[in-house]
């Protein structure tokens, strides 16, 4: 195969752009040159260039769509990393199909389930924290009514207490005996 020239019709244009008329290159010669007259404004290549240039960029398909899958998989990293709290397998899973994607020349495939991942990420922290906050909730409101009960108790031992020693004082008054323990069936039945 003889070397591209570097004065090609091709040279004008950016990596990106190439690889865009190349993806483009799949319908016929015709329909090619009428989206590349559109997209680029320019006259398209003859038809013998365009079939040398379309059997050049064949040749570097592969090793392109391995650097876009290496690049895509660089970004898939650095954004699981970031997000952190998904399994390592669910993260290999995402990184599989986004690589696929861009391998297929679908790189809008891979950033969208790289998108996906992201949201299930944060669908799952969200969750996580509702739920912790749920549970600490619920202590509290069982600290709450473990406090109250034991107040309860000390207010009425207090109180039992009391009515006892006032019992104990008020002994051989028949009618203050009486007040003391109808007090203190109120604060049984209370308790009970």
Known sequence: MPKRRIDSWDTALSEE???KAYDQARFK????AAWFRDE???EPPSRSAFYRWKKAMREDESAHRIEAALSERANVQRM???VGDISPELQYAWMAMAQDSTLQGDVKGGEKYLRMA???SEDRRKAERDDIKRQAEGRAQEQLELDKREFAQKLRSGIEKGLQALFEQVAGNDQAEKLVL????IVGEKAA
Not at 29 to 32: D, G, M, P, Q, S
Not at 182 to 185: A, D, H, N, P, T
């Open 29 to 32: 010669y015709h329909a090619w």
């Open 182 to 185: 109808k007090l203190q069936g």
């Open 40 to 42: 680029f404004g320019t």
């Open 80 to 82: 699981m990393s970031e």
């Open 17 to 19: 752009e190439r690889w």
């Open 118 to 120: 992201l949201a299930l």
